[in-house]
C-alpha cells in the first residue's frame, strides 16, 4: 500500500532520516520501533507531508506523495494521529469526533461512526458532552485515535499512543488497535517505544537506530531476536 524508498530528512543541518526503506502491505499493522530520537516521528511525519523527505520516494497506492502537501495527503486517506494527543481542548467528545470528518458529508454515516467508536470506547461514550481538555490523558488518547478514524482512513499513523498511560490502559489501547484493524481492514503504521506491547499486535516490524532501519522482519521473529530482546525488551 505505501512504499518508501531511500528516504533522508533534514531539520536545517540535522539529518534525521538516513537513507530509510520500508513497506506497508495492505491490512496489516506494522509497527516501527526504537529509542527516543532514533527518528521513528520523522518517518511519520515525512509520509504526512508535515516534514516532507530531501531526498527519496513515497508512493501511496502506486502514487508519489512525497511532494505533496498534507492536506492532499490527508485527503487520499493517509491519517496521522500525532504523539501527544492534539484534541481541540474546547470542544466536546462529540464534536471533536465531528472534526474528523470535516471532509466527509454524509451525515448518515458520520453518525454510524460516532456509534462504531462508542461501542470501541464505551468511556467516550459517557464523556459525549464533555469537552476534551477534562478527560484524563487516556480518554483523550482514546479520542485522538478515535477522531483520526472518522474520516475513514485507508492508512493510519499512530505515534506513541501509549505515552505516558497506566498499563491496564495500555492494555485496551492496543486491543483495540487491533480491533480496529481487523474490523475495518485499516492499515495501521504503529510508532512505539513499547516495543514487547507493539510487536504483540503487529504483523511485521522495523526497528530504527540514529536515522537507520537496522533491522526488519516479521513481529513473532523480531520478538525472538536476541538483539531486540536485549535493547528493547530488557530480557
Ligand atoms: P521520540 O520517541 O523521542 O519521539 P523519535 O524516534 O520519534 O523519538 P524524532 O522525534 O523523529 O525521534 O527525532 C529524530 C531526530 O531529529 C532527533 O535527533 C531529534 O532531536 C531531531 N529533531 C526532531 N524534531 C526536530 C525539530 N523540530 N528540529 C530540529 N531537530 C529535530
Same mark, same amino acid.
Given at each position: 500500500m505505501l512504499k518508501v524508498k531511500s528516504l533522508h530528512t533534514y531539520y536545517g543541518g540535522i539529518h534525521a532520516l538516513k537513507s530509510v526503506s520500508f513497506n506497508l502491505p495492505e491490512g496489516e499493522i506494522v509497527t516501527l520501533i526504537g529509542a527516543n530520537g532514533a527518528g521513528k516521528s520523522t518517518a511519520l511525519m515525512s509520509i504526512s507531508g508535515i516534514v516532507p523527505p530531501r531526498y527519496g520516494e513515497i508512493t501511496f497506492l502506486g502514487r508519489p506523495i512525497h511532494q505533496m502537501s498534507p492536506d492532499r495527503i490527508f485527503a487520499l486517506g493517509v491519517v496521522q494521529v500525532p504523539e501527544g494527543r492534539r484534541i481541540f481542548p474546547l470542544l466536546t467528545v462529540t464534536e471533536n469526533l465531528e472534526m474528523g470528518a470535516y471532509l466527509r458529508n454524509d451525515r448518515k454515516g458520520i453518525a454510524q461512526d460516532i456509534d462504531y467508536i462508542f461501542s470501541l470506547f464505551p468511556r467516550l461514550a459517557e464523556r459525549r458532552h464533555q469537552t476534551?481538555?477534562? #478527560?484524563?490523558?487516556?480518554?483523550?488518547?482514546?479520542?485522538?485515535?478515535?477522531?483520526?478514524?472518522?474520516?475513514?482512513?485507508?492508512? #493510519?499513523l499512530l505515534d506513541e499512543p501509549s505515552l505516558g498511560l497506566a498499563p491496564v490502559l495500555v492494555q485496551l489501547i492496543f486491543a483495540t488497535i487491533e480491533k480496529i484493524n481487523r474490523e475495518n481492514k485499516t492499515t495501521i503504521f504503529l510508532v512505539e517505544q513499547n516495543a514487547n506491547m507493539a510487536l504483540r499486535i503487529a504483523h511485521r516490524g522495523y526497528v530504527m537506530e540514529s536515522g537507520v532501519i537496522t533491522l526488519q522482519d516479521t513481529a513473532a521473529n523480531l520478538l525472538n531476536s536476541e538483539k531486540v530482546k536485549q535493547a528493547y525488551l530488557g530480557i
Amino acid at each position: 500500500m505505501l512504499k518508501v524508498k531511500s528516504l533522508h530528512t533534514y531539520y536545517g543541518g540535522i539529518h534525521a532520516l538516513k537513507s530509510v526503506s520500508f513497506n506497508l502491505p495492505e491490512g496489516e499493522i506494522v509497527t516501527l520501533i526504537g529509542a527516543n530520537g532514533a527518528g521513528k516521528s520523522t518517518a511519520l511525519m515525512s509520509i504526512s507531508g508535515i516534514v516532507p523527505p530531501r531526498y527519496g520516494e513515497i508512493t501511496f497506492l502506486g502514487r508519489p506523495i512525497h511532494q505533496m502537501s498534507p492536506d492532499r495527503i490527508f485527503a487520499l486517506g493517509v491519517v496521522q494521529v500525532p504523539e501527544g494527543r492534539r484534541i481541540f481542548p474546547l470542544l466536546t467528545v462529540t464534536e471533536n469526533l465531528e472534526m474528523g470528518a470535516y471532509l466527509r458529508n454524509d451525515r448518515k454515516g458520520i453518525a454510524q461512526d460516532i456509534d462504531y467508536i462508542f461501542s470501541l470506547f464505551p468511556r467516550l461514550a459517557e464523556r459525549r458532552h464533555q469537552t476534551g481538555g477534562t #478527560l484524563s490523558g487516556g480518554e483523550q488518547q482514546m479520542l485522538a485515535i478515535s477522531r483520526g478514524l472518522m474520516s475513514r482512513p485507508k492508512l #493510519l499513523l499512530l505515534d506513541e499512543p501509549s505515552l505516558g498511560l497506566a498499563p491496564v490502559l495500555v492494555q485496551l489501547i492496543f486491543a483495540t488497535i487491533e480491533k480496529i484493524n481487523r474490523e475495518n481492514k485499516t492499515t495501521i503504521f504503529l510508532v512505539e517505544q513499547n516495543a514487547n506491547m507493539a510487536l504483540r499486535i503487529a504483523h511485521r516490524g522495523y526497528v530504527m537506530e540514529s536515522g537507520v532501519i537496522t533491522l526488519q522482519d516479521t513481529a513473532a521473529n523480531l520478538l525472538n531476536s536476541e538483539k531486540v530482546k536485549q535493547a528493547y525488551l530488557g530480557i
